[in-house]
């Protein structure tokens, strides 16, 4: 599975999501995050950060303690991270650079030390 983190931020909620016996509100930026991230020729497994933290309070199954030590095990069991900030717009590749610089540069500065 791939552990996926939305941008989280005030949200209508404009679509819900089936959980267990249970239905969340997620905001716009959910819905089009999956449509942008959808795989068309394979199934994608995603473990949703928001329906996870939604699913534990519908439920009460887990203190607001545990569940960032259940996410922080989820995120490390994923097999890769995904961060969605929103769709792009005329500044998203400048920025993209920018950071992947600022990594580079640090990665750099920390494997001198």
Wanted: one cysteine or more.
């Amino acid at each position: 599975f791939e552990a996926l983190s939305y941008v989280w931020g005030p949200q209508l909620l404009s679509s819900n999501v089936r959980c267990g016996n249970g239905i969340i509100g997620v905001g716009e930026n959910l819905p089009a995050c999956l449509k942008e991230l959808r795989n068309r020729d394979s199934v994608r497994t995603l473990c949703i950060d928001r329906v996870a933290t939604e699913y534990c309070k519908m439920t009460k199954r887990r203190r607001p303690s545990r569940f960032s030590l259940l996410m922080a095990d989820i995120y490390t069991a994923a097999s890769q991270v995904v961060v969605w900030l929103g769709p792009a717009d005329s500044g998203t590749s400048a920025a993209v650079v920018e950071l992947i610089n600022d990594v580079a540069n640090q990665a750099l500065s920390y494997s001198q030390q």
